[in-house]
């Protein structure tokens, strides 16, 4: 039976991120195929003892920590060269499929070469964080303008304290890290062109979507006579890069006759802990439109389906270039069009496959997007072009199996 490890900076039932959904979907399917799994997720939780690992249900939490957010770097080397060294060693695996290296450090990679030298590595990019330092963003970070390159002079503009020279150094030490990566995973097409212009070699790229679990379509929302596609949603982290302030812009520039009639329900939290600047904006945008907005709050995986049902599109109005939002995904499995912003990930995504697609940072453009929408001919349109199917199921196994087996990939 091959065997597989699978890290992640995060466990899915503690840390909702895209990367951890990601790495837990792909385990849960090589798993039910029969691969000899072992999850082993970051955590900030204190361990029973101080030791470096514990068990959640059949998984490993592995308590350690990164010092040093600039070179993605951290100075605990016996966590990663001894203790998962060891851990890695007993299992001894084929491949070991790492989703992030987030408050672990860039030294995982080469401490895994060490503990398992035969075994295949390989790396899923979920974001830019290896070539831009603000969150991995790829925006400015005071105007929040998009980047279109991570040029050292332009990085130094962002954060002085660090001259242009740090940042090739930088550059230089992650590249470096990654050469023990034996492939690495793209979950779009557009993510996987940065970085190879940025560096990585194009023969070890592959373009490969993200897995979901099954999800059964809903049947769209029944309406009245006369009624149109008014029910809108938006799916996500309230905070500056998603947009959320520039959809509720959007809605109070909406035509009094179309804003009448017009529902948003914001399924998501956090706003709490954003900046005051940021919140005092979104809570009077929140107020302008407040007889039209339902903060409905977070919500976990299984009430997913629920509340998308609820609606007519789902809306992803995010300002920096994202890679393959799991929300896009969930919403053609489970039969909703979108509306999105029309740069990386999101326009590949959707336009002319899933909905329509709007100016980015425009409110005006995704205003007069929405007016389109709610006409119930074009909810119809898009609604119908939704397929159900997963390729990247057979993808998946397939890239795995060659990986197993030592064949070119």
């Known amino acids: 039976m091959k065997k597989i490890i699978f890290i ?37 939780g204190a361990s029973h003892g101080g030791s470096t690992f514990s068990s959640r249900g059949e998984e490993v939490l592995f308590h350690t920590g990164m010092s040093d957010w600039f070179n993605l770097s951290t100075s605990h080397l016996k966590p990663l060269f001894t203790d998962l060294n060891e851990l890695i060693a007993q299992f001894s695996p084929d491949v070991v499929h790492l989703h992030h290296y987030a408050h672990m450090g860039i030294e995982l990679f080469p401490a895994i070469r060490k503990a398992a030298p035969k075994a295949k590595i390989v790396f899923t990019l979920h974001e830019f964080m290896a070539m831009c330092m603000h969150n991995g963003q790829m925006v400015k970070r005071e105007t929040l303008k998009l980047c279109n390159k991570a040029l050292p002079a332009d990085c130094h503009k962002c954060f002085p304290s660090h001259s242009p020279g740090d940042f090739f150094l930088r550059k230089n030490y992650v590249l470096d890290q990654f050469s023990y990566v034996d492939e690495f995973v793209s979950p779009s097409d557009f993510l996987a062109k940065r970085y190879v212009e940025w560096g990585l070699p194009a023969e070890k790229v592959h373009v490969i979507e993200n897995v979901l679990p099954n999800l059964e379509p809903a049947k769209p929302r029944v309406l009245n006579h006369g009624e149109k596609r008014t029910k809108l949603a938006f799916f996500g982290q309230v905070n500056p890069y998603k947009g959320l302030d520039i959809l509720l812009k959007a809605i109070s520039l909406l035509p009094e006759e179309v804003k009448e009639q017009i529902q948003l329900d914001i399924h998501g939290a956090n706003l709490d802990i954003q900046t005051s600047e940021f919140k005092e904006k979104v809570e009077a945008l929140l107020d302008d439109v407040a007889d039209i907005v339902d903060l409905r709050g977070p919500y976990e995986s299984e009430q997913l389906p629920s509340r998308m049902a609820e609606c007519d599109w789902v809306v992803i109005p995010s300002i920096w270039w994202e890679n393959s939002p799991v929300v896009i995904q969930e919403a053609i499995h489970l039969g909703r069009p979108l509306i999105g912003s029309n740069i990386g990930g999101m326009k590949e995504k959707i336009d002319g496959i899933a909905g329509l697609t709007f100016e980015a940072r425009s409110a005006a453009s995704l205003a007069s ?14 609604h119908a072009k939704l397929a159900n199917e997963q390729p990247a199921i057979d993808q998946h196994l397939k890239f795995i199996n060659q990986l197993c087996n030592n064949q070119e990939v």
């Open 8 to 44: 992640s900076h995060g466990h899915p039932e503690l840390s909702k991120g895209g990367a951890e959904v990601a790495s837990w979907n792909l385990y849960k399917l090589l798993k039910e195929q029969g691969y000899n799994c072992l999850y082993i997720a970051r955590t900030d």
């Open 369 to 382: 997007t929405i007016v389109k929408a709610i006409e119930p001919e074009v909810f119809d349109y898009w």
